[in-house]
């Protein structure tokens, strides 16, 4: 499924509506909660039970360290469950039962008003009537605003035409599966390469009435949920056939994808981005493209390589540009993302919501990000006109050219894919400078970056310090050319305090698990010294064969 249909309720399958009583013993908010406790405490008992039988089992001492981590897990787990619980339960106590009663009288009224409505419309005049083709285009103008209780022709116009959109996308979809269904056949003399043209161009006619279906949708109407979540569905029909395709027939598919790609970007997989992070969750842009096309790994790879002939391209006719824009770079990162990252994250971040995080540095935020990114543009377009001019060496262009990408990198201007789009940069500044990219892409970042590089030492160097502090300081991207807004001080304080404790977090964490792991080695060490000494004839306890204090002869 592309996107996650919205929350609508269970369809009630009973003929009559459930009575006040059954409501009020179903929809208590005290049940919901404490069907959330049974449910925490099955879990945690269940774990103890079953923690007690793995003790018991392999004879391991209670005592022992490994048991009491588990124990302690285990308590983690329904400590936390707990405080969930009981923010769950402050929020829904909030809705009583009259509460309650009044929204659903309130539907019952609306939908009685609705209905009685409906009822009073007089019926539709069949247009080939006598009594129809009479009338003047003022008086059926007319009877339309008033049959219709308010509706204008013009809503009514994009009415129809939806209704139309609709039909057409049902029908679209209905041919793709007949097309599809056809298979190979000898009989016809039809080949899987003519039937994989056959369904390329029966899927482009789909996804082009999905896309005249989408233009045509006010998202701020009424009735748009529920013909987004039909396009959701029907979507979800193409990438079920897709599934089921042959690998000719994917390609196709694959391919009708990438030319849609805009359309898909903003139609689905943003709208899927939006409801996980309405449901607190967070998910990368990349991943959420390859779920919603349906990609396997190897589709993407061949997106990736097509992406990356097309970049060559451009980065080749920048080679003969007297500068370089912004407008440039952001190119740049939609030819090389395209159908892998959505479209509309291929402008630098503005929003005040996108800040991101790298490493243990953070991206400089949003606000500043645009003249922060315009401060590097200049000052490569300086070392451009510096190296014409013969007032920079060839080594000097190499070094220069490395600043700028991990100046790019540092800034982290776009929400997603910005390692690939700073080695692009570079990329693009080496070709001004004799080096030819090549149109093979290249999976070893380091390998493409030496290359690019010109195998310089010194600038590969630099190159590697910047990954080294984005991997070990907490930090932001700073420079003589650029300040910082004042009024982001305080939050770029908060930011750079944020990131430090992380960083020690993660350091502590790190520091745990090599103790964690310590523990786990000495506990099956301890465990396969007491199965020889056994095997042996010799019994003793574990904490004797902790301290290595027996070693018999003859045992290795």
């Known amino acids: 499924m592309p996107v996650p249909a919205p929350d609508s309720g269970q369809e009630n399958k009973q003929e009559k509506a459930p009575t006040p009583e059954k409501r009020e013993e179903t929809l208590t908010p005290e049940k919901v909660v404490d069907k959330g406790k049974e449910a925490v405490q099955v879990i945690t008992d269940g774990g103890k039970v079953k923690l007690l039988q793995i003790v018991k089992d392999k004879d391991i001492d209670p005592d022992d360290e490994v048991v009491q981590l588990a124990e302690e897990d285990l308590i983690e787990i329904e400590n936390e469950a707990g405080v969930a619980l009981g923010e769950l339960e402050e929020g829904v106590m909030k809705i009583s039962d009259d509460d309650l009663e009044e ?20 019926p539709p005049i069949p247009v080939s009537s006598e009594a129809a083709s009479k009338k003047s285009t003022q008086e059926m103008v007319a009877s339309s605003s008033t049959a219709e209780d308010g509706v204008t022709p013009e809503q009514k116009q994009n009415q129809e035409r939806l209704s139309s959109l609709r039909a057409s996308a049902r029908l679209s979809i209905d041919e793709l599966k007949q097309v599809l269904g056809k298979g190979e056949s000898p009989e016809t003399g039809t080949s899987e390469e003519e039937r994989a043209e056959q369904v390329k161009q029966s899927l482009v006619n789909t996804m082009g009435s999905f896309h005249d279906l989408f233009g045509q949708v006010d998202v701020l109407s009424p009735e748009s949920e529920e013909i987004l979540k039909e396009m959701n569905d029907n979507m979800s029909a193409v990438l079920d056939e897709k599934k089921k395709s042959s690998k000719i027939v994917s390609e196709a598919f694959s391919d009708v994808f990438h ?7 903003e139609a689905f997989v943003m709208r899927y981005i939006e409801f996980q992070k309405k449901h607190g969750q967070t ?27 097309a970049v060559v391209e451009r980065i080749k006719e920048m080679k003969d540009q007297l500068t370089v824009t912004l407008d440039d770079v952001e190119g740049l990162h939609a030819l090389n993302n395209k159908g892998i990252v959505p479209t509309q994250f291929s402008k630098v971040r503005s929003n005040p919501d996108e800040c991101v995080t790298f490493g243990s540095r953070f991206g400089i935020l949003p606000q500043d990000v645009e003249p922060a990114m315009q401060s590097v543009v200049d000052g490569m377009n300086h070392v451009f006109d510096a190296r014409a001019a013969g007032q920079m060496s060839r080594v000097s262009y190499e070094l220069a050219a490395a600043k700028v990408h991990n100046d790019i ?32 892409r290249e999976k070893d970042y ?26 070990n300081e907490p930090g932001h991207f700073q420079s003589e050319d650029f300040t910082p807004s004042e009024d982001l001080e305080q939050t770029y304080e908060l930011m750079m305090q944020l990131m430090t404790n992380r960083k020690k977090q993660r350091d502590q964490y790190k520091q745990e698990g090599k103790e964690r792991k310590k523990l786990r080695k000495s506990w099956k060490r301890k465990k396969n010294i007491k199965s020889v000494l056994s095997k042996a004839g010799i019994e003793t306890t574990s904490d004797e064969v902790y301290e290595g204090g027996i070693k018999p002869d003859g045992i290795e």
Do not use: C, W
């Not at 030319?259 to 970007?265: L, Q």
């Not at 380091?446 to 991997?471: C, D, F, S, W």
């Open 103 to 122: 929204v659903l009288g309130d539907e019952k009224e609306l939908l009685k008003k609705n209905r009685k409505q409906t009822k009073e419309l007089p």
């Open 259 to 265: 030319d849609f790609s805009e359309f898909i970007d």
């Open 283 to 309: 998910i990368m842009l990349e991943d959420a493209a390859q779920y919603i096309y349906g990609r396997t790994p190897e589709e993407i790879e061949n997106i990736k390589t097509k992406n990356r002939k």
């Open 409 to 440: 990198l540092d800034i982290h201007p776009f929400m997603d894919r910005n390692g690939s789009t700073s080695l692009l940069v570079l990329e693009m500044m080496m070709t001004r400078d004799g080096v030819k990219p090549s149109v093979k």
């Open 446 to 471: 380091y390998k493409h970056l030496r290359k690019t590089l010109r195998n310089n030492p010194a600038a590969v160097a630099v190159v590697g310090y910047e990954q080294y502090m984005i991997k």
